[in-house]
């Protein structure tokens, strides 16, 4: 019995590891990899789709497009400038006649923007909303939330409660069951090696650079997408 027990350990040890770092796949990449065709729709800020947005975008389609056999769409719906309100008061027009399969939403950076007077509280109420109403839409379609980088200076004075806004992304997305894809930590890691090596890639402070977004955004978004990292 003990030599079994000792024998029986290591794939014990070893499905433990395994279970360990499997992390969920998405539901658009379950149906990609069935021939399934997808229709993504990203909505946001400037960090969609402003320049840098606009890469990371482009860049996780085309990865997914050349492993998946060309089966996505992906129609970028962000507006620079604008917040969780602008998102309830477009969201049929940006996304919901879209016929979506996945939406994936940020509004975080520019709810927590002082001038628009747009508590955790309301930013919260507007994202339920969203995703209800996307949910009522289609009950399939899948709802991807995620957090982004960091404000420095003038944009981080301006928004000193951001990482609040991050949390109530995490507690939403933890609540309803919904992937979460959570850029903060790694920002965070990148402004820990030193402020050059942030504005390196953050060239004001705000917006993700054109490299970064393809380099740090979208592969970390492909393999959340794809289940191969928490």
């Known amino acids: 019995m003990k030599n079994y027990l000792f024998k029986s350990l290591p794939l014990l040890i070893a499905g433990l590891v395994t279970s360990a770092t499997t992390f969920s796949q998405s539901k658009l990449v379950k149906n990609l990899a069935a021939g399934k065709h997808q229709t993504l729709v990203t909505y946001g800020t400037s960090l969609t789709a ?8 482009d860049s996780v ?6 492993k998946y056999n060309n089966q996505l769409t992906t129609i970028n719906s962000a507006k620079s400038a604008m917040w969780s309100t602008w998102g309830v008061q477009n969201l049929e027009d940006s996304v919901i006649k879209k016929n979506p399969d996945a939406v994936l939403i940020e509004f975080s950076m520019n709810d927590a923007f002082l001038n628009y007077k747009t508590s ?7 994202l339920n909303y969203m995703i209800d109403r996307i949910k009522l839409y289609n009950p399939d379609c899948e709802v991807i939330l995620q957090t982004m980088d960091i404000a420095l200076d003038v944009h981080g004075q301006q928004r000193p409660d951001l990482i609040k806004y991050y949390q109530m992304y ?4 933890n609540t ?5 894809i959570d850029h903060y930590p790694h920002w965070k890691a990148l402004l820990d090696k030193g402020r050059d090596a942030y504005i390196k890639a953050v ?3 705000l917006h993700p650079g054109v490299e970064a977004s393809k380099n740090i955004i979208a592969p970390y978004i492909v393999a959340r997408l794809e289940g191969t990292s928490k």
């Open 176 to 180: 309803r069951g919904l992937l979460l």
């Open 203 to 205: 060239p004001d402070g």
């Open 170 to 173: 995490r507690d939403v997305a």
């Open 61 to 66: 389609n085309r990865a997914l497009n050349k």
């Open 50 to 57: 402003a320049i840098g947005g606009r890469a990371w975008v």
């Open 120 to 126: 955790v509280e309301l930013a919260k109420l507007n």
